[in-house]
């Protein structure tokens, strides 16, 4: 939200006061807000990036060849198509906070299936179900964090929720390794897979502790509730009352109700349909998902601590990217991580076409991680949250993220049966992917950062 956040209360009819005017959440509220919303974040990155550890045990279980197992894979990730492409109505409808609700005993009834499927179709029903729960918390945890946020801030908060989809994917990374060396045997897999059960937990609880967004509120024509919830992320009172009044002037120039359409939000449109397109186009979750298999393709000597240096990088250049994106702006990162990526997807293809060292992949998928953590993984989330109009918010960032989901169980699909004919070609083709980004980001791309969401609009047309 707008306007100078403080631990003084909006005084509105029936919000709770403390002696002295103040508030009973402030900041403590708003940070507990953002932290709850990001942490589907990490359950995001963790029951996506659990499979990896996992794969030769299902490829031995459920005598797998290379295009089921690619189907293995790719079913969650036909989840989170599904899942992201029909979240936008409910939370335009319900809030994103009811809805993240659902999302979370999805997240819980899915790892507990996963652990104890005992047939290769049971564990695609219940890895399609973590992919709807992945998918639909894709698009409104952003929107959720996006609509609370202050304006200079709200690239770094909004990219919370990437810092906690890296760290759950180094947590599973982590948690595969330590399972393995606990465990051991035929029932490890079950257990890497069913300990995701228990941050969906959490989340489902802490969902119940933090308030529905201010502006969700107003354009449902709750104005007295919105004063409250800004009492609780802790506005000051003078600028609440400007904040519910310019939510209330955007809202008559974009009325609840509205539908997304091409005719009115083409431009917004296209631009999140490109950016979740490269996203996948450079090859990410695909690198992701396959790690240990791209690593023993290039003579590693162990994959499983490689991967987990992956991991780290990941995280850590999330955090630069984080600390980037309101000081130099979204599209500055897009452009100069898709020069980085070019220049280590290429080395990685090099690798794999025999025409480099094998002790070069782990340096250049490095490289590639921290230029891409620097730039897409940093902006894509903020970027689809926050250049729709509040009406159609939710829906417009489904279409980005479904689109999104959608290029990734393509690509998590084929990536298998490309690397059968060719080890090098998928790194050569997501490399071309980042020269045309460049290009494209270049042209038409407009820079958003610090614009005020009820002036997104007038910015995008």
């Known amino acids: 939200m707008t306007g100078k956040h403080d631990s003084e209360a909006f005084r509105v009819p029936?919000?709770?006061?403390?002696?002295?005017?103040?508030?009973?959440?402030?900041?403590?509220?708003?940070?507990?807000?953002?932290?709850?919303?990001?942490?589907?974040?990490?359950?995001?990155?963790?029951?996506?990036?659990?499979?990896?550890?996992?794969?030769?045990?299902?490829?031995?279980?459920?005598?797998?060849?290379?295009?089921?197992?690619?189907?293995?894979?790719?079913?969650?990730?036909?989840?989170?198509?599904?899942?992201?492409?029909?979240?936008?109505?409910p939370g335009d409808a319900f809030g994103s906070r009811d809805s993240l609700r659902i999302l979370a005993a999805f997240y819980f009834i899915a790892g507990i299936g996963c652990a104890l499927a005992s047939s290769w179709p049971a564990f695609l029903i219940f890895r399609f179900m973590c992919g709807l729960a992945i998918g639909g918390s894709s698009v409104l945890a952003p929107v959720y964090i996006a609509e609370i946020a202050p304006p200079r801030h709200r690239g770094f908060l909004v990219g919370l929720f990437q810092l906690m989809i890296v760290t759950g994917i180094l947590v599973a990374y982590l948690s595969n390794a330590t399972i393995a060396g606990l465990v051991g045997g035929d029932a490890?897999?079950?257990?890497?897979?069913?300990?995701?059960?228990?941050?969906?937990?959490?989340?489902?609880?802490?969902?119940?502790?933090?308030?529905?967004?201010?502006?969700?509120?107003?354009?449902?024509?709750?104005?007295?509730?919105?004063?409250?919830?800004?009492?609780?992320?802790?506005?000051a009172p003078d600028a609440a009352e400007a904040e519910l009044s310019r939510v209330e002037q955007a809202l008559e120039r974009d009325p609840p109700g509205e539908k997304l359409s091409w005719r009115r939000h083409h431009r917004p449109m296209m631009l999140v349909i490109l950016v979740a397109m490269f996203n996948q186009l450079a090859g990410i979750n695909a690198v992701l998902y396959y790690l240990n298999d791209i690593f023993a393709r290039a003579g590693s000597l162990s994959p499983d601590r490689q991967a987990v240096l992956i991991g780290i990088?990941?995280?850590?250049?999330t955090l630069v990217g984080m600390a980037l994106i309101d000081r130099i702006g979204r599209k500055t990162l897009l452009l100069a991580g898709a020069?980085?990526?070019?220049?280590?997807?290429?080395?990685?293809?090099?690798?794999?076409?025999?025409?480099?060292?094998?002790?070069?992949?782990?340096?250049?998928?490095?490289?590639?991680?921290?230029?891409?953590?620097?730039?897409?993984?940093?902006v894509i989330w903020v970027y689809i949250s926050e250049i729709f109009p509040t009406p159609v918010r939710a829906r417009?960032?489904?279409?980005?993220?479904?689109?999104?989901?959608?290029?990734?169980?393509?690509?998590?699909?084929?990536?298998p049966i490309l690397v059968a004919w060719s080890p090098g070609a998928p790194f050569a083709i997501f490399a071309a992917a980042m020269v045309v980004q460049f290009v494209v980001v270049a042209a038409i791309f407009p820079e958003t950062r610090g614009v005020d969401l009820d002036e997104m609009a007038e910015r995008i047309e």
Request: charged share 10%; glycine share 16%.
């Open 339 to 378: 020069a980085g990526m070019t220049l280590c997807l290429a080395a990685a293809a090099g690798v794999l076409y025999g025409a480099l060292d094998n002790g070069l992949m782990l340096p250049a998928l490095i490289g590639f991680i921290a230029f891409f953590a620097t730039s897409q993984g940093a």
């Open 396 to 415: 417009g960032s489904a279409l980005g993220a479904s689109t999104h989901w959608l290029m990734n169980a393509l690509i998590a699909g084929i990536f």
């Open 188 to 235: 490890a897999w079950r257990w890497k897979l069913g300990i995701t059960a228990a941050p969906a937990l959490l989340f489902f609880v802490l969902l119940f502790a933090i308030p529905n967004s201010p502006r969700w509120l107003v354009s449902k024509g709750r104005r007295d509730e919105a004063g409250i919830a800004l009492t609780r992320i802790g506005t």
């Open 14 to 89: 029936g919000a709770p006061q403390r002696p002295g005017g103040r508030g009973t959440g402030g900041r403590g509220t708003l940070a507990a807000a953002i932290g709850t919303a990001a942490l589907a974040g990490l359950l995001f990155g963790f029951d996506t990036a659990v499979i990896a550890g996992v794969t030769g045990d299902l490829t031995h279980l459920f005598a797998l060849t290379p295009e089921t197992l690619g189907i293995t894979v790719s079913a969650a990730l036909w989840g989170t198509l599904v899942g992201a492409l029909f979240a936008g109505k």
């Open 313 to 317: 990088a990941n995280l850590v250049f």
